[in-house]
């Protein structure tokens, strides 16, 4: 079975920084892209960063230049430095892996809340 834990969320004042980890656990034979995302009350679940197996990133336009992605050496781990954090920035934020099994399929993790006070 697999698991996708998260830790790292709290409470931050705005201009703060948290950093996120998230490990993946299990019967993993390989994993490819994993990323976060987060969602807002009232709102709909939204990207905010990925990185591929070979390291390549994709930011959300509103993190972009704030917040970084990044895997541990192990690749079954994956990190979000979020720097000079908004009050816009507070949600649950989720992390997200393409984790090959039996076939590659998606996997959650149970999310983590981020509250950014002003």
């Known amino acids: 079975q697999v698991q996708l834990v998260e830790s790292g969320g709290g409470l931050v004042q705005a201009g703060g920084s948290l950093r996120l980890s998230c490990a993946a656990s299990?019967?993993?034979?390989?994993?490819?892209?994993m990323g976060w995302y987060r969602q807002a009350p009232g709102k709909q679940r939204e990207l905010v960063a990925t990185?591929?197996?070979?390291?390549?990133?994709n930011y959300a336009d509103s993190v972009n230049g704030r917040f970084t992605i990044s895997r541990g050496n192990a690749k079954n781990t994956v990190y979000l430095q979020m720097n000079s954090l908004k009050p816009e920035d507070t949600a649950v934020y989720y992390c997200?892996?393409?984790?090959?099994?039996?076939?590659?399929?998606?996997?959650w993790g149970q999310g983590t809340q981020v509250t950014v006070s002003s």
């Open positions: 990185i591929t197996g070979l390291g390549s990133t």
């Open positions: 299990g019967s993993i034979l390989s994993i490819k892209t």
């Open positions: 997200n892996a393409d984790i090959y099994v039996v076939g590659y399929r998606d996997y």
